[in-house]
């Protein structure tokens, strides 16, 4: 390689939203979301990337996993920051690797892009604030700002069409009400259907849409505040309502867009059977099949038998919840 090779390298955990994004802002290019979102950034699910910028790369290159990875979202997001530093700036090559499975529910776009925007930042030398890191990733991915911060973080939809106030900003450390996640695996493989054609198709076709945003961001500022209070039954029953609520839009769509199995509902069953004999629990699921549940500290290793014993559950995972990105 080079000696006028520049690395940076980063990693970042994957985050769970807990009042949900789904859907964009229209007639922008700017990847800004039609709702705001809450989540929690996990500690066990992590990407780890490194970028290298040089002189001598006559292209873009990425291996994810070990595989050269050829995806143009990736390559525009990599342009996209080559052209902060200049037209003639170099180009790079990114190694990163999931410690969990790519694309399958699990929200690997979020530490994926939270990590590549570090890492990426710090390969060329761009020295930018935590907003215009967030509003970096959030061009990446709109779940992406979130696993930039420690615990609990909002993203925020913003106003401006210039996007600057679609950004993360961290609500609750890890430390501060360290809530407990389980993961609960109900199939291996990729889902069906990406998040993003997904939440399009939904915005384009599903009579529920304009009713989903309105609920979700009514629910946002509610969600916050059971968060501060560390009220885990308020923050229970408007995230299970915002999940739900977002795959009703979802389903709704024309064709619908129908993430879960039969083991996916099975789980709800269960968490809501655990919930109501006492224990601190409730559940989330994002696109696909995959249900996580939300255990107050101390309660996720009982959870995880319980869904353990659900038919169809393949695997089952326990995670803390973690730091936000950082450069390594
Ligand atoms: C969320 N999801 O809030 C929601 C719930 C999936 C279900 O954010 O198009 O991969 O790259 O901005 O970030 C997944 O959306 O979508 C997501 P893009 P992204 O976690």
């Given at each position: 390689m080079s000696s006028n090779t520049q690395i940076g390298r980063a990693r970042a955990g994957a985050n769970i939203a807990l009042i949900k994004y789904w859907g964009k802002r229209s007639?922008?290019?700017?990847?800004?979301?039609a709702t705001s979102s809450l989540a929690v950034t996990l500690d066990d699910l992590q990407t780890t990337t490194e970028v290298s910028v040089c002189a001598d790369f006559s292209t873009h290159e990425v291996r994810l996993n070990d595989e050269v990875v050829d995806d143009p979202r990736l390559v525009a997001f990599l342009d996209h920051i080559r052209g902060l530093v200049g037209s003639d700036a170099p180009f790079a090559r990114v190694i990163s690797g999931n410690n969990f499975p790519t694309a399958?529910?699990?929200a690997s776009s979020a530490s994926g892009y939270a990590a590549l925007t570090l890492a990426a930042t710090q390969a060329y030398g761009l020295d930018l604030d935590a907003n215009a890191l967030s509003v970096l990733a959030r061009m990446g991915?709109?779940?992406?700002?979130?696993?930039?911060?420690?615990?609990f973080s909002i993203m925020h939809r913003g106003e401006r069409d210039d996007g600057l106030d679609a950004i993360a900003k961290p609500l609750l450390d890890a430390d501060s009400w360290p809530l407990e996640v389980v993961i609960a695996i109900t199939a291996h493989g990729?889902?069906?259907?990406s998040s993003r054609v997904g939440m399009n198709h939904t915005m384009a076709t599903s009579p529920y849409y304009s009713a989903w945003v309105e609920h979700n961001e009514a629910r946002l500022d509610d969600a916050a505040a059971a968060v501060l209070a560390k009220d885990f039954e308020k923050l229970a029953d408007l995230s299970e309502a915002s999940a739900l609520q977002m795959h009703a839009s979802a389903m709704a769509a024309e064709p619908g867009v129908l993430y879960w199995n039969s083991a996916t509902m099975a789980c709800l069953h269960a968490i809501r059977d655990a919930r109501a004999k006492g224990q601190g629990v409730f559940f989330t699921v994002d696109a696909g099949p995959q249900v996580k549940a939300i255990c107050l500290p101390g309660a996720s290793s009982q959870v995880a038998d319980a869904l353990r014993g659900v038919?169809?559950?393949?695997d089952v995972h326990c995670t803390q919840l973690g730091a936000g990105a950082e450069r390594l």
């Open positions: 007639g922008s290019s700017l990847n800004l979301p399958a529910g699990l991915s709109g779940s992406a700002p979130r696993s930039l911060w420690s615990g990729p889902k069906s259907v038919s169809g559950v393949l």
